[in-house]
């Protein structure tokens, strides 16, 4: 299987008056056709700055400052402006967390459909409200001509996603970015949203990058796992090497602190100490340090290398260095 996106050693940073804030501070991630690829942390882990980062939509005063972000063999990065415009939406799109903040409130359903398909296909106007039509059906939004000609505000949360990811596919990317795209809505629509993304990914063979907090979702979802905290990836590996062979403090902490099936109502969720890290002055050494209960004196001094422990199976942590 050949890697579809490859992200080197990624750096951003947001400058501002009280200094620079490393968001993301050197990250690394194959991500192979077909693939789904679960990104999961605590909010300011730099989940979402990455993601922005692979199709260049980081905000002022946000700067990609290292690395490379290489999508079948080119550099994203190295693109112009024009040239990332138009392959935005084509070969990769992106679903946004509020879908009531991305879509237009002064334009139609249909319209914003429509639109994003001409911007990059050659196709008529009754091509593309055919094509349109299609993908509504296709996410499970009925009575689609009424839909077509509604605007954001007479849909609900969950249709409104189904929108959006109808908007994300029209033009059939390679990859798809879903940048929490279940996170505002209800448990009930939530799984449903859920099933359709597996669906769809099954029908057309795209690359995934999952961003979430919720590990449930990762566990439904995703083939592989990437665990961010404090800018960095923590642990890296299959689905089962995560649940089953955890091996970074923190991501045992995010297992602790999630309520499972399989265990008795008298055990309580172990909360993960402490605060996140300050992004702006961040730890000398390992970025879990001041919050770990296996910390050592080396965890306080320096930040550890990857780990591999095994083909698929990765991590950043003194404890498993000597292996």
């Known amino acids: 299987m050949s890697a579809l996106l490859k992200v080197k050693d990624l750096k951003v940073s947001f400058f501002t008056p009280a200094g ?49 972000v290489e999508f079948a063999g080119e550099n994203l990065l190295e693109y112009s402006k024009a040239k990332m415009r138009a392959f935005r939406g084509d070969k990769v799109s992106m679903i946004f967390q509020n ?25 008529t106007s009754a091509e593309a409200r055919k094509r349109s039509i299609e993908m509504l059906e296709r996410v499970g939004i009925n009575n689609v001509e009424k839909r077509m000609k509604q605007y954001p505000h007479e849909l609900s949360g969950g249709m409104r996603q189904r929108v959006m990811i109808a908007m994300a ?79 970074h403090p923190y991501t045992r902490g995010l297992l602790r602190s999630m309520p499972r099936l399989d265990e008795t109502r008298k055990d309580r969720l172990i909360p993960i100490k402490g605060s996140p890290v300050d992004m702006l002055n961040p730890p000398a050494g390992c970025p879990l ?35």
């Open 20 to 68: 620079e804030v490393r968001a993301v501070g050197g990250i690394s991630y194959e991500l192979n056709e077909h693939e789904v690829l679960g990104i999961v942390g605590e909010s300011g882990s730099g989940k979402s700055v990455e993601a922005y980062s692979i199709i260049q939509l980081l905000q002022s005063p946000g700067r990609v400052i290292g690395g490379s």
């Open 99 to 123: 879908p009531m903040t991305c879509l237009n409130p002064v334009y139609t359903i249909g319209d914003q459909l429509i639109e994003a398909l001409t911007c990059h296909r050659s196709v």
């Open 169 to 247: 596919l029209i033009c059939s990317p390679k990859l798809l970015i879903a940048d929490e795209p279940t996170t505002a809505l209800d448990v009930t629509i939530q799984a449903q949203i859920l099933e359709l993304m597996k669906d769809l990914q099954k029908q057309t063979g795209m690359a995934i990058i999952f961003i979430t907090h919720n590990l449930g979702v990762v566990a439904e979802i995703c083939d592989r796992v990437a665990v961010m905290y404090g800018g960095k990836i923590a642990e890296q590996g299959t689905v089962d090497d995560i649940f089953y062979h955890t091996a």
């Open 289 to 323: 340090s001041p919050r770990c209960d296996e910390c050592m004196k080396i965890c306080l001094r320096a930040d550890p290398s990857e780990t591999k422990l095994s083909d698929t199976h990765t991590v950043h942590c003194w404890k498993h260095f000597s292996r």
